[in-house]
Each structure stands twice: as C-alpha cells, then as structure tokens.
C-alpha cells in the first residue's frame, strides 16, 4: 500500500506492497511460519481474524481503513516518543495504552480513540505535574518511568462512562437548542450498481429526519447536501466535530451476495481488541434499534461495536444505522416507499429524544410520535 494509499489488495495479489502487509501480520501474531510469497488463502484468513477483532468491516481485503489499522497494530507502548501533532495526530495501539493508563490513574483524556489529540496531552501534562516531572505533554522515558511505578487506582471505562451520564444529565430533556448531524452515507464496499439508489433513498430519509428536528427546536445539519461519492468518514466525522454537534447519526443502506439477507442494524464506536467502547453511543445505538424495530417490520439485527472513522473520530455519542439491504427484495420495496421512511425519520427523532430522557420519565418503545415532542417537553 505504500504509494498507493487508494489501493485494495486481496486474493492472488503480490508484490511490495503485499509483502508489507504480511511483515505486519506477521509482528502482531497472526500470522506464523514461513512468510507467504502473496496474498494467499493464510494471508486472507490473517487479515480476516485482524478485521474481526478490530470492529472492521470483515472481507478479507486490505483496503486504506484496513492497512491503516495494521499499521496502528504494530506499535507498543515505549516503542516510539508520543506527542500531540495537531493536523497528523499519532495513532496506534501505544496510544490506546497511553490513554488506558492515565484513566486508570484518574486523568481524563476523553475517549479511548487511540489518537493523540489535545485532550490526552492534557491528560499527560496533568499527570506529569502530578509526579514531579517536567509537563511537556510528550511521552518519553522519563514519563514511561513515572506510569511504571504507579499502580491504577481505578480499571476499565467506568469514569469515561459516568463522565458521559453526567454530561446528559445536565444536558437536560429539552431538545430545542441542541445540534444534531445527520451523515448521508453508504454502506461500506456497497456495490457501485446500487449507489445511485442508494444514495437516493439515504438523502431522502436524512431530509426528513432534519426536517423532523427542525420542527421542534433542534439545529440539524447535513454532513453533505447530498450523497453522490461517500467521501471521506474522517473529513464528515471533522465536520461533526466543527459543529459541536450534541449527536450524530450516519445513515446508510447495507448489501449483500446473499439475496436473503435483510434488516436493521445499527452500529456505535467501540474497540474490542482493546477493551474501549462509547457507552453513549451505545446506548444511543440501542434506543435507534429498538424504536425501528418496534415500529416497521424489518428483521432486528441488533446493535454492534464498529472501530469505523466516523464512529472513532467523532467526539460526541454517535451512531450508524443501517435500515435495509437494498439486495434484499423485501427490504428494497419497503424503502422505496416515502411512507415507510417516513416511520424510519419518526422513529430516529423518537430515539434522539429519550436518549436525553431519565429512565423514570422515559415512555414506552414505540410510543412516542414526534407530533408530541416539542421544546422541553417531557411524557408523563
């Protein structure tokens, strides 16, 4: 891939650029022996199993996403000097370390992203004034040291998630004045006979849900006016950022060669290799997937970790949902229906709401209608 960053690489391929990929399937563990001379049946099995534990999208191919992850894979931490280089934060599997730490020693970095970014070199500074060091916000041996001798005082996500509870909470219920994103995606290696459609329906769907929350007080915005090339998730995912939007949600339609397969699922950040996920996101993941469920006959998929850019970069709860597979036949006619889509916008601007509601004045599943959700409404 070096040199050719818009390349995928799959099945039969060889070259410098497939050796490159086995050397570092090769240094994380997963693949042993003697090195395949191209991209044979072990490579492709390889590359699988690394896509599965990293909430990658699982086909066996290494396009950009793909590599740029084995790339992440390959550092530990003390393998090289981190620091905060706004415009090329540093990112990888040191930097997931990094910031794991200094959770566990009471330092907020934020979410667990496994990119520098500001909040981590604060996070640092903080605990380098804490220990006596200098506070230059750079991660070098002396820093190394200090993290060695100190055990955590607390493990897991838990601070990050009842950081985020609290932050709800004081958000309050009312949805007027509150920025939402709406993101008109595709689905991911969506085939390119589909696309038109797809983004037909997706941008469709993503105008009613604006209008929905216009009307009762919210600032929603497009990522993008309309869908037409998928563009970069990192560049929608900024764009999200740059609005300090409250929430985001990304739309898209799923396919597959199995013309049975069929249904909603919904998908929020999270990465299981090293044990980080958005508890708001997922918990706004799960409302989204209920409330569609509960409300259009589509099979329930349910909700899932994705380590994708757009779920990883953005800094509020934010959630993918994937409404239908337009192979599917059933799916398909259901959503070329304004009808249905209707149902689908109704149940999105439903979730959004009881997301900020409290559990004791939270309705039913399926019960709310946006007709009712006005600014600071609250059901009984």
């Not at 290494?62 to 090289?80: F, H, I, K, M, Q």
């Not at 595709?186 to 929350?213: K, W």
Request: charged share 25%; aromatic share 6%.
């Amino acid at each position: 891939m070096q040199g050719s960053a818009q390349t995928s690489y799959g099945p039969g391929d060889d070259g410098a650029a497939v050796a490159h990929i086995v050397d570092l399937l090769g240094r994380i563990g997963l693949l042993d022996g003697e090195p395949p001379a191209n991209y044979d049946s072990r490579v492709e099995v390889a590359v699988r199993a690394f896509q599965q534990q990293r909430g990658l999208s699982v086909d066996g191919v290494v396009g950009p996403l793909t590599y740029r992850r084995l790339d992440e894979a390959r550092w530990s931490l003390g393998d090289r000097i981190l620091t905060h280089l706004p415009g090329a934060l540093m990112a990888g599997d040191d930097v997931f370390a990094l910031q794991q730490r200094l959770l566990g020693l009471g330092f907020d970095t934020g979410r667990i992203d496994g990119y520098f970014g500001a909040r981590t070199e604060d996070a640092l500074r903080e605990f380098q004034r804490n220990v006596g060091i200098p506070p230059d916000g750079t991660c070098g041996p002396a820093t190394l040291k200090a993290l060695g001798r100190l055990a955590p005082i607390v493990s897991g996500g838990e601070p990050n998630a009842m950081r985020a509870a609290e932050r709800i909470r004081e958000a309050g219920p009312q949805l007027g004045g509150k920025i939402v994103v709406i993101d008109p995606g595709r689905g991911h290696a969506f085939p390119a006979e589909l696309a038109g459609e797809s983004d037909q329906v997706v941008t469709d769907l993503a105008r009613r849900i604006e209008g929905r929350l216009v009307a009762i007080g919210v600032q929603a915005y497009l990522s993008r006016p309309s869908t037409g090339d998928d563009g970069d998730e990192a560049a929608r995912a900024a764009f999200a950022n740059r609005a300090d939007a409250d929430l985001c949600v990304s739309l898209a339609l799923d396919s597959s060669t199995n013309p049975d397969a069929s249904g909603v699922a919904t998908y929020y950040f999270g990465a299981g290799h090293h044990g980080t996920v958005s508890t708001a996101g997922q918990r706004f993941a799960g409302l989204v997937q209920r409330e569609i469920a509960a409300r259009t006959d589509l099979v329930d998929l349910r909700s899932h970790a994705k380590s994708w850019d757009l779920l990883r970069l953005t800094r509020m709860p934010a959630v993918r949902v994937e409404v239908g597979y337009l192979t599917n036949g059933g799916d398909r006619q259901r959503l070329s229906d304004p009808g249905f889509r209707d149902v689908l916008a109704e149940a999105v601007v439903v979730a959004i709401q009881r997301f900020y509601l409290s559990p004791d004045a939270d309705a039913h599943t399926g019960v709310l209608q946006v007709s009712e959700l006005r600014a600071g409404f609250v059901p009984e």
